[in-house]
């Protein structure tokens, strides 16, 4: 009904920056929380950054001041801006979408991961 595709992942050294993209599409009425959440090896799935509709942002402690949520409503997208990389923000990033569906249901929808990668 709904799927989310991310991309932008990849491989950056430390200090370096990378802009992940996440684009819902299906049957969409409206989307209430947009945002990101990640994985790292061998740990539990993290929240990152999520917007409400209403634009108001909620961060993990540890990318506070290196990360940037945006979302662009028109085109059903979230953005994360990742600034001042360090390793230990190496793991799988995943999309999260709390949607309206057009039959008025709700449902929660993850994208399948992007990989980033930070070298020291």
């Known amino acids: 009904q709904v799927q989310l595709v991310e991309s932008g992942g990849g491989l950056v050294q430390a200090g370096g920056s990378l802009r992940l993209s996440c684009a819902a599409s299906?049957?969409?009425?409206?989307?209430?929380?947009m945002g990101w959440y990640r994985q790292a090896p061998g740990k539990q799935r993290e929240l990152v950054a999520t917007?409400?509709?209403?634009?108001?942002?909620v961060y993990a402690d540890s990318v506070k001041g290196r990360y940037t949520i945006s979302r662009d409503n028109a085109k059903n997208t979230v953005y994360l801006q990742m600034n001042s990389l360090k390793p230990e923000d190496t793991a799988v990033y995943f999309c999260?979408?709390?949607?309206?569906?057009?039959?008025?249901?709700?449902?929660?929808?993850w994208g399948q991961g992007t990989l980033v990668t930070v070298s020291s």
């Open positions: 917007q409400s509709s209403g634009s108001t942002t």
């Open positions: 299906g049957s969409i009425f409206s989307i209430n929380d």
């Open positions: 999260r979408a709390y949607v309206r569906l057009v039959s008025r249901a709700y449902v929660e929808v």
